[in-house]
């Protein structure tokens, strides 16, 4: 397996990289190409953001998605 997947953690020791990463990882180095964290990332998990962006975007709700990070679910309701 060359990533892990939506369903699957990644085994970084063997060489996997996170599902996703190769859309800000330019080089392969496991190190954002061209971002920094401080600049943009409004809740302390920028490795994350991608993920959640993503899913913001597929059921169309802001900020539902849960933080791996933070283990919350971030409901509003």
Do not use: C, K
Not at 20 to 46: E, K
């Amino acid at each position: 397996r060359f990533a892990g997947d939506q369903y699957h953690l990644p085994n970084t020791g063997l060489g996997e990289y996170v599902y996703g990463w190769w859309v800000i990882d330019i080089d392969g180095d496991q190190i954002a190409d061209g971002t920094d964290p401080a600049n943009w990332d409004t809740d302390g998990d920028w490795l994350n953001d991608f993920f959640e962006i993503e899913d913001d975007m597929l059921d169309g709700v802001r900020g539902n998605s849960g933080s791996p990070i933070r283990y919350d679910d971030r409901t509003t309701s």
